[in-house]
């Protein structure tokens, strides 16, 4: 038995070395980032701005592959029954971790589940922008004209499901208001419906035609969806300072599937965090409405449980479906 047991310990010790020299000579090939959506969007230019970085820090090709239908959810079953190596990952949105898999039954993957957390790479809060002519001047006196108003409030999203959507839920519940939702295809017709007058109210990401808009005063900014002030829109105050506790902002972030050896996940990180500390690439985030944000793995997976919790109770109590 003694002699059994000195067998074991040794092969036990043998696996391990090994596992550990595989784990230190990675990468030894190229790296896959998939991307759900098409070529040319917001997700597309950050993970092509980190690609060379990345690719230099790890001493590997890191090939950017756009894996775009279904809402996204090809690229994220495409990654999450890939091997655990560290030779596939994902770049994600928030959405496709806490809002996605709670819609749609159908979707194939568990975003907590499936996935190991790499780290953060940058975020935007959405915004609340009125019609320039509802008498309202701040989130107090909006909320107020809300609930005295005769009509509801209706107000614009990109479509049932869509952030915007969730977001507004959120705030209406926060707030104690009831409003209409007015879904729209996509965000550049919701803009246009509040500069209209179509709706009063949308919820929505920054970009640079709305604070065109705004400075012109056709629109009203009226808060942001981060917890803390927002560098990018100094002077404007938070949502949350009216509404305790409110928070809703896009976020991007790389994950890797579930099981990737932890030694391959920390290598990943330092290399994402050293491409997201270059001056240049956080200059060229802030153009796009971003802000680049670096994090541990654990920090990432904190957060990943704090929003599926969030927007699942959301989606459940407002009783939204997407078929």
């Known amino acids: 038995m003694k002699i059994l047991s000195m067998l074991a310990s040794a092969a036990l010790s043998c696996g391990v070395a090994t596992g550990a020299v595989a784990q230190e000579g990675y990468p030894s090939k190229p790296i896959r980032l998939l991307i759900p959506y098409a070529a040319g969007g917001t997700t597309d230019i950050m993970a092509r701005a980190l690609q060379q970085p990345m690719s230099e820090s790890l001493g590997q090709p890191v090939i950017v592959e756009n894996k775009a239908g279904a809402a996204g959810t090809i690229a994220m079953k495409d990654a999450a029954r890939s091997a655990p190596d560290g030779y596939t990952l994902v770049f994600i949105n928030n959405g496709l971790v806490a809002t996605t898999p709670v819609l749609q039954k159908d979707a194939g993957y568990d975003g907590i589940r499936d996935f190991t957390p790499v780290g953060m790479v940058a975020t935007s809060p959405m915004v609340v922008v009125i019609n320039g002519d509802v008498p309202a001047t701040d989130l107090r006196s909006f909320i107020e004209y809300a609930r005295r108003s005769e009509r509801k409030v209706d107000y614009a999203s990109a479509g049932p499901g869509s952030f915007g959507h969730l977001s ?28 209209s007058g179509e709706v009063k109210l949308l919820i929505t990401s920054p970009s640079a035609a709305m604070n065109a808009h705004i400075t012109a005063g056709k629109l009203k900014l009226l808060g942001v969806g981060t917890t803390e002030n927002w560098p990018l829109t100094p002077g404007v105050p938070t949502v949350s300072s009216v509404l305790k506790g409110f928070n809703a902002e896009s976020w991007f972030a790389v994950l890797a599937p579930a099981g990737t050896p932890q030694a391959v996940v920390n290598r990943l990180n330092s ?6 500390a270059q001056p240049d690439i956080r200059k060229r985030f802030n153009g796009f409405g971003l802000e680049a944000v670096s994090s541990t793995p654990a920090q990432l997976k904190d957060r990943v449980a704090v929003e599926v919790k969030r927007w699942g109770d959301v989606i459940s109590k407002a009783g939204i479906r997407v078929e």
Do not use: C, I, S, W
Request: charged share 10%.
């Open 168 to 195: 507004t839920e959120l705030f209406a519940r926060a707030a104690g208001v009831d409003m209409v939702h007015v879904p729209y295809k996509g965000q550049a017709p919701t803009v246009n419906a509040v500069l």
């Open 271 to 276: 290399a994402l965090n050293a491409a997201l």
